[in-house]
Nanobody
Framework: VQLQASGGGLVQTGGSLTLSCAASGRTFSSYTMGWFRQAPGQEREFVAAISRNGGTTTSADSVKDRFTVSRDNAKNTLYLQMDSLKPEDTAVYFC????????????????WGQGTQVTVSS
């Protein structure tokens, strides 16, 4: 599966953005999907993940209650709704797909998109 993330940009503190991740192929619904992010000079970190049918989600404590992960299997698209953005959310955001249960571990994901930049100004 090929993944294409989009929707990043520059936003002020407290603002919102919605990221999308379009997947190619007809097996999108077979994959657990995740969002990760990487800030300059830092390791890639888990943001959120969603199960194949969307029934189970999990997110990092740092984004809980602010970010919402969802998916539309009919459109082969993963979303990340980001509200109440903070400067520390600034990073390149990546989507990933894996034949795994919902997990925060990056190594469990097999396919990765190219990333989209999110910058939150203070």
């Amino acid at each position: 599966v090929q993944l294409q993330a989009s929707g990043g940009g520059l936003v002020q503190t407290g603002g919102s953005l919605t990221l999308s991740c379009a997947a190619s192929g007809r097996t999108f619904s077979s994959y657990t999907m995740g969002w990760f992010r990487q800030a300059p000079g830092q390791e890639r970190e888990f943001v959120a993940a969603i199960s194949r049918n969307g029934g189970t989600t999990t997110s990092a404590d740092s984004v809980k209650d602010r970010f919402t992960v969802s998916r539309d299997n009919a459109k082969n698209t993963l979303y990340l709704q980001m509200d109440s953005l903070k400067p520390e959310d600034t990073a390149v955001y990546f989507c990933a797909a894996g034949t795994t249960i919902v997990t925060k571990f990056a190594w469990r994901y097999d396919y990765w998109g190219q990333g989209t930049q999110v910058t939150v100004s203070s």
